[in-house]
């Protein structure tokens, strides 16, 4: 066997450990207390937008959102957090282990468990926030196309949509007004699009205007 030959049949092995080190770095353990909330009634800066009737979704999981000490948590849209979060009433104190996608913040539930003495979180200082004006390029995905790695992931519960950056990042779309047409995927389900409105802690976007490119 040639030396070349030899090189190449030993570095392809570190190469796959390499990337999936790379995949695996992406999904966190998640131990943490928080507050459950409605994300769609959580910041004061919109609240005085239009929800639209049509996505009123009863799954439990949408709207909702963790707000812990150290950042707000959207729960992937999937039967078995749903389950988690059925008897958990907006408000409620609970103690969430899990894993986490850092780069959308999305949180896959393991284990669940209210408390009872309510965690020390500042959420009037994330409800409170102003939001920071963007424009960001990506693909509007449903749930199970987006890229989360080894977390559980279907649209089982909806075709509910979320902006993956060009960087990778996902975004989570405020469900008024213009927000609520990207949310449902209405005309770019899939498709190159380019967002301007204001981001929020958590990653989520109250989108201002949205344009279809072709690409």
Do not use: W
Not at 62 to 80: C, D, H, K, M, W
Not at 158 to 164: A, D, I, K, N, T
């Amino acid at each position: 066997m040639s030396k070349r030959k030899s090189l190449i049949l030993f570095f392809i092995p570190l190469l796959a450990v390499a990337v999936f080190a790379g995949k695996s770095e992406r999904v966190v353990s998640f131990d943490e207390v928080g507050m459950v909330v409605d994300i769609r009634a959580f910041f004061n800066a919109a609240s005085s937008e239009i929800y639209q009737p049509a996505i009123q979704t009863d799954d439990g999981v949408s709207g909702r959102a963790l707000v812990t000490a150290s950042g707000i948590y959207t729960f992937l849209e999937t039967p078995a957090n749903a389950k988690h979060l059925k008897t958990v009433q907006l408000g409620t104190a609970v103690h969430v282990k899990g894993q986490l996608l850092k780069s959308g913040s999305l949180l896959h539930i393991e284990s669940l468990e209210q408390v009872m003495e309510e965690p020390e979180i500042a959420v009037s200082a994330y409800a409170g926030a102003e939001g920071e004006e963007v424009t960001l390029q990506g693909v509007n995905k449903c749930q199970c196309g987006l890229d989360v790695a080894s977390l559980p992931h279907n649209c089982q519960l909806g075709h509910l949509h979320h902006l993956e950056a060009e960087d990778g990042r996902i975004y989570h779309y405020l469900p008024f007004l213009k927000g609520g047409d990207t949310f449902l995927g209405t005309g770019s389900h899939f498709k190159a699009v380019t967002i301007r409105g204001k981001e929020f802690p958590g990653g989520y976007l109250l989108v201002e205007a949205v344009s279809v490119r072709d690409e």
